[in-house]
């Protein structure tokens, strides 16, 4: 195992380059020839905008970023070329990697494979989940494998994006309808000023803002999903109502006989909507409380055990995708049965509750 | 009832306005402004100004404490060893005094809404705009009305003075942020 | 100008807007207290959904429908400064 | 918090992400906050509030955005140029307003000319100054102070992360 | 004199004022950050959820009532999100969360968790 054989796991991200640049130098300045393995790691992200058709232009972009990696790399290697071996690959394409474990252990996996020394992360590495699962990713490498981690010395970036793109007319047309309804709900009386104030008003907003409030054009699924959303509202209004009272008795208990964990929930939910949506739900709830969000990964911190058995059996979750997928979707095993669930922290003399904290090893977690 | 809800009231304005003085961690104080800014709004609101109410929400639940922050990111924040300020004697000699004295004129007000108010029966002022800002100008709100019509001249040095301010800032602050390498 | 009227719906409503101010003033002494500036925020953000109901209340007692006005703006910018002073806190407003 | 190998902005460490929820949630209410402060605009003459109420809802609009999506990106999406002009367009328009009554052969700000000589209601001047004049001016004001002192805040930050590490 | 509706409108408020008692009560008594958000969030949901049905059905069915349904759904979408920011915050401060075998004061807690020290209350 030589200090100068590097893996690095490799997607579209801003700090690409610069991590490659890195990893190329790393490899050069050790003893002997460098060698660097550059890995793109498939993952399972089905979110509700990607679609099957699109799954073979992804391979198309793949394979193009992997030779635009080996051109850099290449570049960056210059005159110390021949001291240097690239080589690229794709893991998880036929594989279900699902969380960051998973990940892990292909990455090890392959580490073993190629008598690898040490693995560069990108900061910004992430394989398509929606938001960087680097600190997981991390854990868990450190856990599987000897190799020493580190991460790249990229320029530090704050995740953004560019804020100025074009709209559709449709999108803002829906804009404009929204803020106009608004605008005469806020006025209340239908006459003519307020007409066409509102008119005004609503073009303004909805040429503005957009861009910024929708991703996609608004399609018919949408007003399907606004109907199922106002038959969630009541369910969400019940759950409320059974955990409020389940967390006032314990407040108002003088004993005060709180429980706090701090759990994780890998959500059977896709994209930034359905998932704020489950996250804020779970907020409203008393008792559980989203603290942190990663793709689809949400830790809740909760309070008591009844809201967060609740949590664990997924009602709310079944629920959000109701609303976002349709009846049919309903159907899918609870987190519990998932193996989804995991607590991440609790009092050490606790004795396990539930045989799905099992894979909790407590100390792990800071 | 109403009595009730003023005590309380003023007991959580004066609450938030102490500890906005003596709170010694900036971050603290700014957090503890900001209720300090709703238990003002909601005093407005009683007080039947929905205007100032209305000011006071939008800057103070909007504007004020972002600005503050984005001043404190450029300061520094120290550390603290103590967390309430040690109040000055002399300061607080000083504002006992003023207290005293502007208290003693309180006996001397009208209640709050009374018709005696000698603002209310001012023929020459208040009364005018009641009986004539509709037929002069057509605004139903006599706040606007004053303001843009009958001291329009005041108001357009109101908003000069507001933008002047603006220019006059952002010129010593751009000239901070881009002159600084 | 305002009606001390002796109707039990006006009375409950400003009694409750009384009680209401009360718990405010007990949940202020969280934003002293903190001990971390989140605790801080958390009690000021309690504070300004109490501000929102006590708003309501009011315009409901005293017959003054624009007092929704004021508890609308308050309803649509209070967690701005939740989320301002949140990212403030990491890393001293590095990530602003 | 800045690790030891880091370039001139520092900091190897873990990205801050924006957090999804934040900006799912600024996405949904921005439209209804600037509607809300437009409304206020038009609404001075009628209805608490006005225009001043209105152009800082405007401009707490824009705050927020620019706190959920990043200040920069934002600062790139308005320009400068638009805040300036706002807060610029927003005096010559109140100027305007008060100096065409003078040209009709009054005084400033002189609403009862419009009347006279063009046919328009005094009501209406009103309504112009505010909704072109006083709204623009703040919240073209309170968006350009905001853009500056961020500005200023990134370098700062930087700067003293810098000096806290020697 | 006493009709059905205010009975319902007084029963309300006394359920939002209920709520909104225990949530001031678990923010100050909950041990540390995370637990008080979550009794926060019970004044946002039901302290304020009943209470503003109270005005709602008080004014019946005019602007004022719409706006106050308008009120209700800005709560409930910008307070969690409030609410997650705070948390979020608290845990990239390093900020861990309290546990039934946790005996640290409230003031360790904090001494544990960041820079700066905030020891004297004695003043």
């Known amino acids: 195992m030589s200090d100068n054989r590097l893996l690095v796991p490799v997607a579209t991200s801003s700090t690409v380059r610069q991590t490659v640049e890195y990893a190329v130098r790393t490899a050069l300045d050790g003893e002997g020839d460098g060698y660097v393995r550059f890995v793109y790691v498939h993952s399972p992200e089905v979110s509700d905008d990607r679609l099957d058709d699109q799954r073979e232009s992804d391979v198309e972009t793949i394979s193009e970023l992997l030779d635009r990696i080996t051109v850099w790399a290449e570049e960056d290697a210059g005159d110390h070329a021949g001291e240097l071996t690239v080589e690229t690959d794709q893991i998880g394409a036929n594989r279900y990697l699902f969380s960051p474990s998973d990940v892990g252990a292909a990455l090890a996996e392959t580490a073993a494979e190629n008598d690898i020394g040490r693995v560069v992360l990108d900061p910004e590495y992430d394989p398509g989940v929606g938001s960087p699962l680097l600190r997981p990713l991390e854990v868990e490498l450190t856990r599987l494998t000897e190799i020493p981690v580190e991460e790249a010395p990229v320029q530090r970036q704050v995740r953004r994006r560019p804020l100025v793109l074009r709209s559709s007319p449709l999108q803002a047309g829906t804009l404009v309808f929204v803020s106009f309804v608004f605008y005469q709900i806020l006025g209340g009386t239908f006459d003519a000023f307020d007409l066409v104030t509102g008119a005004v008003s609503a073009t303004i907003v909805g040429v503005s803002l957009a861009r910024i409030t929708f991703n996609h054009d608004p399609s018919i699924a949408w007003l399907g999903r606004l109907l199922r959303m106002v038959i969630y509202v009541p369910y969400l209004f019940v759950e409320i109502i059974k955990a409020n009272v389940q967390v006032a008795a314990v407040i108002l208990d003088p004993r005060l006989p709180i429980d706090p964990r701090l759990t994780q929930v890998n959500a059977a939910v896709w994209g930034s909507v359905p998932v704020t949506t489950l996250a804020n739900s779970i907020t409203l709830t008393p008792g559980t409380l989203t603290v942190r969000v990663e793709g689809r990964t949400l830790t809740v911190h909760t309070l008591v055990a009844g809201p967060r058995e609740g949590l664990f059996d997924g009602g709310l979750e079944r629920a959000v995708r109701f609303v976002f997928y349709g009846r049919s979707a309903m159907n899918m095993p609870t987190p519990r049965e998932r193996g989804d669930t995991e607590v991440l922290q609790q009092p050490e003399d606790a004795d396990t509750p539930t045989e799905e904290a099992v894979e909790a090893d407590g100390g792990d977690q800071q | 009832m109403i009595s009730a809800f003023e005590a309380v009231l003023f007991a959580f304005v004066l609450t938030t306005a102490v500890a906005t003085a003596l709170l010694r961690d900036i971050l603290a104080v700014i957090v503890v402004f900001a209720a300090y800014s709703l238990g003002m709004a909601l005093f407005y609101a009683f007080l039947l100004a929905p205007d100032v109410a209305m000011t006071e929400a939008a800057i103070g639940a909007g504007v004020t404490t972002l600005l503050l922050l984005l001043a404190l990111v450029k300061t520094s924040r120290p550390d603290l060893e103590t967390r309430f300020e040690r109040p000055n004697v002399s300061a607080l000699v000083v504002f006992g005094a003023l207290f005293l004295v502007l208290a003693s004129t309180l006996s001397e007000f009208p209640a709050v809404g009374s018709a005696e108010a000698p603002i209310w029966d001012n023929p020459a002022v208040t009364q005018y705009y009641i009986e004539n800002a509709y037929a002069d100008t057509h605004v139903e709100n006599a706040v606007t009305a004053v303001l843009a019509g009958y001291r329009g001249f005041d108001t357009f040095g109101e908003a000069v003075v507001v933008f002047a301010a603006g220019i006059a800032t952002l010129t010593v602050l751009h000239r901070e942020v881009f002159t600084r390498e | 100008m305002i009606p001390d009227s002796g109707d039990l719906v006006t009375d409950v409503f400003l009694i409750a807007a009384a009680l209401f101010m009360l718990l405010a003033v007990a949940m202020f002494y969280r934003a002293v207290k903190g001990p971390t500036t989140q605790d801080r925020v958390l009690a000021v953000n309690v504070l300004g959904t109490n501000t929102v109901v006590i708003l309501a209340l009011l315009g409901a007692a005293l017959g003054e429908p624009s007092l929704l006005d004021i508890a609308l703006v308050y309803a649509l910018l209070n967690f701005l400064m939740s989320v301002a002073i949140s990212k403030f806190t990491v890393e001293q407003g590095g990530v602003l | ?166 | 004199m006493v009709d059905v509706q205010s009975v319902a409108v007084i029963v309300l408020v006394g359920l939002g004022l209920f709520f909104t008692f225990v949530s001031t009560a678990g923010v100050l008594r909950l041990p540390d950050v995370y637990s008080r958000a979550h009794t926060a969030s019970q004044a946002d949901t039901l302290g304020a959820g009943f209470t503003l049905a109270a005005v709602a059905l008080a004014l019946g069915l005019e602007t004022g009532s719409y706006k106050t349904v308008l009120l209700l759904f800005f709560i409930f979408v910008t307070n969690p999100t409030a609410a997650h920011a705070i948390s979020r915050a608290a845990e990239e401060d390093g900020i861990e969360p309290w546990t039934t075998d946790d005996d640290r004061t409230d003031e360790e807690l904090y001494r544990d968790s960041k820079v700066e020290t905030d020891g004297g209350e004695n003043e």
């Open chain 4, 1 to 166: 918090m800045s690790s030891a190998d880091g370039g001139p902005l520092g900091d190897a460490g873990s990205t801050y992400i924006e957090s999804q929820i934040i900006m799912v949630t600024v996405r949904v209410i921005a439209p209804f906050a600037f509607t809300y402060g437009l409304f206020l605009m038009f609404h001075g003459s009628g209805s608490p509030g006005g225009s001043f109420q209105g152009g800082a809802i405007i401009g707490a609009t824009v705050l927020m955005i620019a706190f959920a999506f990043g200040i920069e990106p934002t600062r790139d999406w308005i320009r400068n140029r638009t805040v300036v002009a706002l807060a610029a367009g927003g005096v010559t328009a109140f100027a305007l307003v008060g100096l065409v009554p003078i040209l009709l052969g009054g005084n400033f700000l002189e609403y009862e000319r419009y009347k006279t000589e063009l046919g328009i209601e005094a009501k209406y001047g009103l309504e112009a100054i505010e909704i072109a004049g006083v709204a623009p001016i703040v919240a073209g004001v309170i968006v350009g102070l905001f853009f500056l002192l961020a500005a200023g805040a990134m370098q700062v930050s930087v700067s003293e992360e810098v000096s806290s590490d020697e």
